[in-house]
Nanobody
Framework: QVQLVESGGGLVQPGESLRLSCAAVGNIFNIGAIGWYRQGPGKQRELVAS???????NYPDSVKGRFTISRDNAKNTVYLQMDNLKPEATAVYYCNADTVVTTTALMEREYWYDLWGKGTQVTVSS
């Protein structure tokens, strides 16, 4: 079994910062690309940052220069640093892994695809 667990959300004022974490929990062998998505009230889910297993990053123009995604492979964790937050950033933030490889008790590899966490709420309001 494997889970993605997001944390770090909260209520902040415009202009402030938050750092979100996405931890893969389980007997992790390898994690592929990770994306951070958000879904605001009445809006569709949108990608806000992604990072490959090799560390290449990508951002939409709406957050470029303010959001930074990074990963600590030793901790099986991906972070999203969000600076200069705006009210329109209010949303539930989810992380997604395209592939996670785990190891069973018999030392076999298991492959998990398109995993999602349950999300963490970010509210930006004065």
């Amino acid at each position: 079994q494997v889970q993605l667990v997001e944390s770090g959300g909260g209520l902040v004022q415009p202009g402030e910062s938050l750092r979100l974490s996405c931890a893969a929990v389980g007997n992790i062998f390898n994690i592929g690309a990770i994306g951070w998505y958000r879904q605001g009230p009445g809006k569709q889910r949108e990608l806000v940052a992604s990072i490959t297993s090799g560390g290449n990053t990508n951002y939409p123009d709406s957050v470029k220069g303010r959001f930074t995604i990074s990963r600590d492979n030793a901790k099986n964790t991906v972070y999203l640093q969000m600076d200069n937050l705006k009210p329109e950033a209010t949303a539930v933030y989810y992380c997604n892994a395209d592939t996670v490889v785990t190891t069973t008790a018999l030392m076999e590899r298991e492959y998990w695809y398109d995993l999602w966490g349950k999300g963490t709420q970010v509210t930006v309001s004065s």
